[in-house]
Structures are given as C-alpha cells and as structure tokens.
C-alpha cells in the first residue's frame, strides 16, 4: 500500500536545545513553526528554557519528546549563554544542536552536520555553509504557512546576509562531554553580541576541529527587542573586551 508519509530522519542521539524568552508574537510564532518542523522531519529529542518573569511557552502537541522547562527570570537581560549550559547539562545525549528560535536549516544539512560529529574527531559543526540570510517579514509568514524549505530558497535572491559569508550564529551543534571539557558557553558574556565570534575562536586556538555542511541557513523576521542588541553600553564594553581577550589565546605548544 502506498503512502506520501515523509521518512523522518533519525536522530536520536542529538537533542535540540533551544534557549528562548518570547519578546513578540513573531518570535512565539517562529519558535512553534521550528517544534512542528523537528517533529516533522527528525526523530530526535527536544529541550527548551524558557526564562522570564512569566511563562508564556506551554507546548501540548507531542510532549513525549519535547521537553519545556520554566524558569522564572525578571532579569531585563537575557543570560543567553548561562542557559545553554544548563541546557546542556540536562541533555541525555551525546550529541547537541543548540539553536536560536528563529533559525532554520534544511534536513539534509542537518544530517550532514551530525554526520560529522558522528564519524569524526569534530566538536563543533555548523549546519550550513556560513551564509545566514535573512528573511524578510512577508517571506517569514509564508513560509510559517507553507512549512516549505523551497519557499525560503526561492527567495534567497531577496535576501541580505546577516552576518557577511562567514557567520558563526544562528545554530551549532556538538559533542556535548568535548565540549563542556573545552569550557562550554563563556558565561561572562552577558545578553546579546560576541558570543557567537567567541564560542569559534577558542575552539579553534585550542585546537579543536570545526566543520560546516553545505548550504544556507536562514533567519526568520522578528522585531528587534532589547535581547537582540546590546543590552547598554556597559554590557557591550564589557563583551567586547571578553572577545578581545580570547581572541589573545595561543594554541599551546605540544611537547
């Protein structure tokens, strides 16, 4: 008997944790379009922090694999970074994609960036080329109704690049132990800028291997709030400083 069932893929060994705090409905509507495509397209596991001073994320639809953890947070600033590592800590697998609410990525890269930490010495890897482009709003609602990935490459042509050819944001994934042993997320970086930059230089001063698959990843619209810029000039100071200071690490001799 024939079926048009879609053959997900398997993913068992990786857990997406996704880091969140609903700043507008955008961001809301792009978090549950992203659940209802893992759903779709993988049999994985999925852990979700949500931290805020109320909770505004309650996922009812296959909670067997969607885990969502409330954590009351009235900090203005969102510890982006203390609560991938927790997020990591909690993962039950030895495999990690870490990724922002708004970003999406093809299967077959994702596959391929798993792939890599699966047969190799990789630790880190990124699921997509380092072109991160960016979706405007009219090509986002479409995209949140259709579900189709060609909706968003049929109109790349359209799109900016976030970050230039080379962005290190958007969505990562790891081998959680190497990972956390290599220091895991830098919690001195506080709010939004630079953690990204970071989080690739010191793998690559400590000479731990990154690779990327092929492809773009994409970025749906959202307005800006306030945890999508520097928090205030204090706290951008002070990131920048911290990158400035890793960026100063040497890969130590061996001897």
């Known amino acids: 008997m024939g079926t048009n069932a879609k053959i997900r893929i398997d993913l068992n060994d990786v857990s997406f944790l996704i880091p969140v705090r609903v700043d ?9 379009t992203l659940l209802t495509l893992f759903h779709r397209d993988y049999i994985t596991k999925v852990v979700i922090i949500e931290a805020d001073k109320k909770q505004k994320i309650f996922w009812k639809k296959n909670t067997d694999n969607v885990k969502v953890e409330y954590v009351y947070d009235c900090d203005t600033v969102f510890h982006r970074t203390k609560y991938i590592n927790q997020l990591l800590r909690m993962a039950q697998t030895p495999y990690a994609a870490v990724w922002d609410t708004d970003a999406i990525a093809p299967p077959k890269q994702v596959e391929e960036a798993v792939e890599y ?3 190799s010495k990789t630790v880190m890897t990124y ?15 479409l995209f949140r109704q259709t579900l ?17 050819y080379h962005s290190p944001g958007g969505a990562f994934l790891v081998k959680i132990k190497e990972y956390l042993e290599a220091g895991g997320e830098n919690e ?4 939004w800028g630079q953690e990204d930059n970071e989080r690739l230089k010191r793998l690559e001063f400590l000479g731990l291997p990154v690779v990327r698959a092929n492809g773009p990843l994409f970025h749906l619209w959202h307005p800006r709030g306030q945890n999508s ?7 951008e100071i ?5 990158i400035l200071k890793i960026c100063r690490m040497r890969k130590q001799p061996t001897k």
């Not at 002070?238 to 911290?242: D, L, P, T, V, Y």
Request: aromatic share 14%.
């Open 24 to 32: 507008s409905e955008e961001r809301k509507a792009n978090l549950e």
């Open 117 to 119: 930490l699966r047969q």
């Open 127 to 141: 699921p997509y080329d380092g072109r991160f482009y960016a979706a405007d709003k009219m090509t986002s609602n």
């Open 148 to 164: 189709s990935y060609n909706t968003l490459i049929t109109h790349i042509g359209t799109m900016g690049l976030m970050h230039g």
């Open 188 to 191: 001195n970086f506080y709010g």
């Open 229 to 235: 810029w520097f928090a205030n000039r204090e706290i």
């Open 238 to 242: 002070q990131n920048r400083k911290e």
